[in-house]
């Protein structure tokens, strides 16, 4: 099946067109500026690539955009919108309402719109993206895939905060977890090396500009660093990650920051660009490691913080078989998997160093020695074929 895979944000939309089969990507297509002046879409097929400015009011806007290209003769990948077979929604945010992916009809939307308190952030432009998808591609159905589906199976004890328990039951206030379809497919991917994930204990580290590490026992999520919100969890790009709670009063009289203020605060001008002060891209803070000690001070915050966390998750699950680097950062930084791996021979792991800073872009590489008692993976992700595959099979129901 062809499935056409969004992923919307407050102005703007990137979208895929997929094979759920075989994972081929037909076209990308990126969305910028949507509501503001000077927006403009890059699409790229086996054609070739183009950067156009496309005036862009709305949402539905860019999905006409999206449609111009994928039919356009000299760009497109398509002769018509039915060679299309069904539309895969990214949802930030599930609650516990939804554990599993969904097709979308107007009782869903109605829900999905109730639950935007619990991520005022990102699900407003994921409906956004789907109601403009429903407009201008009638007769399609779409799915929505969650991020936080993948941790549902997190016992009580790893997603209870405690706080007041009506916290709980009245506001839904719990651990929910985020980077859900990434943290699947590499452990899928992981479950096809090993031969199955049953009996196996896997520590996914999900690396980017926003980072979350999971414990993965049998397949299941039982515990991840990120919280109610993405704003927990290992040191990140621009966000905190874990910090002592009072200290948000601090920076409130400190900076004259209401509430609102001080959360923007800590996802947008934090982390590692907080310490550093100049820079959240990882390029910037491994070249200047050696030469000014903020940007070493961030690189070693970053990298003790993922420690702390396969510590933790090693200690909860009684033992590791198996750690995957992903995302951005884990997939290509090769020195902070080097800093993380250093002085793991506890774990009876045995971390190919050499190897490490050799392996090609876009391939699964084992980075462990065959010794190792501990296997350490680096694996690419596909958030996009997850949820392609998960809106073919509901198509199919």
């Known amino acids: 099946m062809k499935i056409l895979v969004i992923?919307?944000?407050?102005?703007?939309?990137?979208?895929?067109?997929?094979?759920?089969?075989?994972?081929?990507?037909?076209?990308?297509?990126?969305?910028?500026?949507?509501?503001?002046?000077?927006?403009?879409?890059?699409?790229?097929?086996?054609?070739?690539?183009?950067?156009?400015?496309?005036?862009?009011?709305?949402?539905?806007?860019?999905?006409?955009?999206?449609?111009?290209?994928l039919l356009s003769e000299e760009y497109g990948c398509i002769s018509n919108m039915s060679e299309i077979d069904a539309i895969g929604h990214r949802m930030v945010h599930g609650g516990e309402k939804f554990t599993k992916s969904v097709v979308v009809d107007e009782h869903l939307m109605k829900v999905l719109e109730d639950m935007i308190p619990l991520a005022p952030l990102h699900?407003?432009?994921?409906?956004?993206?789907?109601?403009?998808?429903?407009?201008?591609?009638?007769?399609?159905?779409?799915?929505?895939?969650?991020?936080?589906?993948?941790?549902?199976?997190?016992?009580?004890?790893?997603?209870?905060y405690a706080i007041p328990y009506d916290m709980y039951t009245n506001h839904q206030i719990r651990r929910y977890g985020f980077h859900g379809s990434s943290h699947r497919y590499v452990t899928e991917k992981l479950g096809?090396?090993?031969?199955?994930?049953?009996?196996?204990?896997?520590?996914?580290?999900?690396?980017?500009?926003?980072?979350?590490?999971?414990?993965?026992?049998?397949?299941?999520?039982?515990?991840?660093?990120?919280?109610?919100?993405?704003?927990?969890?290992?040191?990140?790009?621009?966000?905190?990650?874990?910090?002592?709670?009072?200290?948000?009063?601090q920076i409130m009289k400190i900076k004259?920051?209401?509430?609102?203020?001080?959360?923007?605060?800590?996802?947008?001008?934090?982390g590692l660009l907080g310490i550093n002060g100049e820079s959240s891209d990882m390029r910037d803070i491994d070249a200047k490691c050696d030469t000014d000690p903020r940007f070493k001070l961030s690189f070693d915050m970053l990298c003790y913080s993922i420690k702390k966390y396969i510590g933790a998750y090693t200690?909860?699950?009684?033992?590791?078989?198996?750690?995957?680097?992903?995302?951005?950062?884990?997939?290509n930084d090769e020195k902070v998997r080097a800093e993380v791996m250093k002085n793991m021979e506890y774990l009876g792991l045995d971390f190919d160093f050499e190897k490490n800073e050799s392996i090609p872009r876009g391939t699964i590489e084992c980075i462990s020695k065959p010794s190792s008692k501990v296997k350490v993976y680096r694996i690419p992700t596909?958030?996009?074929?997850?949820?392609?595959?998960?809106?073919?099979?509901?198509?199919k129901e």
């Not at 609102?260 to 001008?269: C, E, F, P």
């Open 192 to 249: 096809e090396i090993l031969g199955g994930l049953q009996g196996k204990k896997v520590i996914s580290c999900h690396l980017g500009n926003g980072s979350s590490i999971t414990a993965v026992k049998d397949g299941k999520s039982i515990d991840t660093s990120m919280g109610y919100t993405p704003l927990a969890g290992v040191v990140m790009g621009t966000r905190s990650g874990d910090i002592d709670p009072a200290i948000i009063q």
């Open 315 to 331: 200690a909860v699950m009684g033992g590791v078989d198996a750690i995957i680097f992903t995302g951005g950062i884990g997939e």
């Open 7 to 69: 992923n919307a944000g407050s102005s703007s939309l990137k979208a895929q067109l997929i094979d759920s089969q075989s994972s081929k990507v037909y076209a990308k297509c990126t969305c910028e500026r949507i509501g503001l002046e000077g927006s403009f879409i890059k699409f790229e097929t086996d054609k070739g690539s183009i950067k156009k400015e496309y005036p862009m009011s709305q949402h539905t806007d860019a999905i006409k955009g999206l449609i111009e290209f």
């Open 382 to 395: 596909d958030e996009e074929f997850i949820i392609a595959r998960d809106t073919e099979t509901l198509v």
């Open 123 to 160: 699900n407003p432009a994921n409906i956004v993206g789907i109601r403009a998808c429903m407009e201008a591609i009638p007769n399609k159905k779409n799915v929505v895939v969650f991020d936080t589906a993948f941790h549902a199976t997190m016992p009580k004890k790893a997603y209870m």
């Open 256 to 270: 004259g920051l209401d509430i609102d203020g001080a959360i923007q605060y800590l996802n947008k001008q934090s």
